[in-house]
């Protein structure tokens, strides 16, 4: 069931295996004041720790951190290009149900006009959203790509940089991550620029060879978007943006683990390349996600989902119908992994990428209390977004 609107009363998790951002403690309590996590710890729970709280038995759950997305379109039916305030609050929601406690909405090349009044929604509704997760800004995933990586980018709205555009849109004071294609000549300088300005670039929809990702890197890439999507992939005489982003320890990669964007094995070899940190599951999900196959109507277009795969008519994936629960799941059986061994993957890691590790991504006392606690089998039970129970299953 979803509690939306409950009250933010002290909170006290208990008997719950607690993830930890140094250990996992197999028997352990957690309590929130307000929106932060006050204390935690293993064994039993100190009498301080009990009073006044509102028991909450995790029943040996597993008990992290709320998930975090830094690439998502949509689910539930809404898409938020759709630049609508309902349509963004309908996929805060949707991904509250499924762990995620906040989440960057992500744009797709579009017109100016478009793109601004999305932006403007998106900056309208940042921060909490009762009932939901919590808006942490905007991801723009172009205008400034690859033609020939676009995927299914409209062609017709895909630009080398526009500093005058590029000011409009930073001035709306939401713009956190922007992926863009560094190698393209009217892009030269807008790496640093964008971080100057205090905006994380990652490098997608991109035809960048490894020495193209060597310069970008120094001028402050810090990441790829979903990682063998959109880029040039590695051969043995040109390793291409891919190569670049698996060897390259300044640069984190994004990763779609839907089972469908990326083979299993494909995932072991991302996680033997990258280890525990430089890993960053994204959902990159549209509107259809969480909905059953059928065809659907995205930005004009008519999608069709398959087998859990939403694709254009001529066939080119168009987002993903997943989760990050999802994702986190299929991740950790591809590499064998317990839930613990890769829970920095969908929390710690994003928040460091964009700048909120010092309040989001791990569970320790004067951070937000963003909790999500699964099943054995990686099911969410419940959601705490900001010390308020906003989901649960029982």
Same mark, same amino acid.
């Given at each position: 069931m979803t509690t939306a609107g409950s009250a933010r009363t002290p909170l006290l998790v208990t008997n719950g295996r607690i993830v930890t951002p140094t250990e996992t403690f197999d028997t352990g309590w957690?309590?929130?004041?307000?929106t932060v996590i006050s204390a935690l710890g293993s064994g039993p729970v100190?009498?301080?720790a009990a009073a006044n709280a509102t028991e909450l038995d995790a029943g040996r759950r597993w008990v992290g951190p709320g998930f975090i997305d830094l690439h998502i379109h949509g689910g539930g039916g809404h898409e938020i290009m759709e630049g609508r305030e309902d349509a963004l #609050?309908?996929?805060?929601?949707f991904l509250a149900r499924h762990g995620t406690t906040a989440f960057l909405p992500t744009t797709y090349t579009a017109s100016r006009e478009d793109t601004l009044h999305v932006l403007k929604i998106i900056a309208a509704q940042q921060g909490s959203v009762d009932g939901g997760a919590t808006v942490l800004g #905007?991801?723009?995933?172009?205008p400034y790509i690859s033609r020939r990586r676009r995927g299914a980018h409209r062609q017709q709205y895909i630009r080398e940089a526009d500093w005058e555009e590029l000011d409009a849109f930073l001035a709306t004071g939401v713009v956190r991550l922007m992926a863009v294609a560094p190698e393209q000549p009217g892009n030269a300088g807008l790496v640093a620029a964008l971080r100057d300005r205090g905006v994380a670039v990652s490098a997608g929809h991109t035809d960048a060879t490894f020495e193209d990702m060597l310069a970008a890197a120094d001028a402050g890439?810090?990441?790829v978007t979903h990682v063998f999507n959109g880029m040039r992939g590695v051969h043995h005489r040109e390793p291409g943006a891919a190569g670049a982003a698996l060897l390259l320890d300044q640069i984190s990669c994004e990763l779609i683990a839907d089972g469908i964007h990326v083979d299993p094995a494909v995932l072991r070899l991302v996680r033997q390349a990258k280890g525990r940190r430089g890993v960053i599951l994204v959902s990159d999900a549209g509107k259809a996600a969480g909905l059953a196959d059928g065809e659907y109507i995205r930005a004009g277009?008519?999608?069709t989902v398959r087998d859990g795969a939403m694709r254009m008519a001529d066939g080119t994936i168009s987002s993903s119908t997943s989760t990050l629960d999802v994702g986190l799941r299929t991740y950790c059986a591809a590499n064998d992994l317990p839930f613990d061994a890769a829970w920095d993957s969908v929390s710690r890691n994003a928040a460091e990428a964009i700048g909120v590790a010092d309040r989001k991504g791990t569970l320790e006392p004067g951070k937000d209390a963003d909790v999500v606690m699964l099943d054995d089998d990686g099911r969410v039970a419940a959601t705490i977004v900001e010390g308020r129970l906003v989901h649960r299953t029982w």
């Open positions: 957690l309590r929130t004041d307000g100190p009498a301080h #609050a309908g996929v805060s929601f #905007a991801h723009m995933e172009g890439v810090s990441q277009r008519k999608m």
